[in-house]
């Protein structure tokens, strides 16, 4: 099948230092993907190349059935094209309710230009609704989002991303702080996202990454050190030695 992101060659310098170094990566149209590695990998380096906040120096970056140069386009239109992606830290507006705050990221979906002018039609709440349903929020629409807790504020800035129907979904830490229930919670998500998107899950956490239970990109001094799924990685002699400095 057809990889909806193909990172083919990829290097970036940052005062000399190769931060992303020979780097290719491609992800399937539905599919989950864990991408680890140690601090100073390379990680945000790679996420920020695919978002467009990094231009590489070399390499190329080919999106969809059409083979688009995302090289070619700004942040704006690289989210536009269906590439989101959530920041560790989850930046609701706190004194909005949660079905508030999904009206806004619906609204800058769908009316980018014209913000002021629009308003949300029956089909729009019903949307609002069907996108709190979806992060596990159904019950939560009126409350406060600062009344949230950590887990749910994650959750509501997933389905806010939602609202913009990426095709892509990367998700930096997303269990990070969480607490076991809401850790379930969000595996449970996240596989159930993947059925229909691509979910790429930058992630520290290893019981984490076991639970999704999916294939594992294992970065290393901006290269990919070894991919497979987490059991054949975890025996990698190289993978070994990265972690555990042996
Ligand atoms: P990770 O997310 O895996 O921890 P990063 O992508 O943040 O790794 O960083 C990879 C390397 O590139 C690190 O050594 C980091 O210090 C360096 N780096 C990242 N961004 C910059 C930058 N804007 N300027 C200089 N060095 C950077």
Redesign the pocket.
């Known amino acids: 099948m057809k990889a909806l992101l193909e990172v083919s060659g990829i290097s970036v310098s940052?005062?000399g230092?190769r931060?992303?170094n020979n780097l290719s990566f491609s992800i399937g149209p539905a599919e989950l993907r864990a991408v680890i590695?140690?601090?100073?990998?390379?990680?945000?380096?790679?996420?920020?190349i695919v978002t467009g906040k990094?231009r590489p120096d070399e390499g190329r970056v080919l999106w969809g059935e059409k083979s688009v140069n995302l090289l070619r386009m700004n942040e704006a239109q690289i989210a536009r094209a269906g590439i989101g992606r959530k920041f560790q830290r989850p930046t609701v507006f706190e004194d909005q309710s949660v079905a508030e705050n999904l009206m806004m990221a619906l609204k800058a979906a769908r009316a980018p230009w014209k913000v002021l002018v629009w308003r949300p039609r029956p089909a729009d709440h019903a949307r609002v609704a069907a996108l709190a349903a979806q992060v596990g929020l159904a019950d939560s629409l009126t409350r406060k989002s600062g009344e949230l807790s950590h887990g749910q504020k994650q959750w509501l800035e997933i389905g806010m991303l939602l609202a913009q129907e990426p095709r892509l979904l990367l998700v930096d830490e997303p269990a990070a702080g969480m607490t076991l229930a809401e850790r379930e919670q969000t595996t449970a998500l996240l596989v159930d996202l993947a059925k229909t998107r691509a979910v790429v899950v930058?992630e520290h956490d290893m019981d984490f990454v076991r639970r999704l239970n999916c294939r594992v990109t294992v970065?290393h001094e901006?290269s990919v050190l070894a991919e497979g799924s987490l059991d054949h990685v975890t025996a990698d002699r190289q993978v070994i030695e990265v972690y555990l400095g042996r």
């Open positions: 940052f005062d230092f931060a992303i590695g140690p601090n100073g990998a390379g990680k945000t380096t790679f996420m920020d990094t930058v970065l901006g």
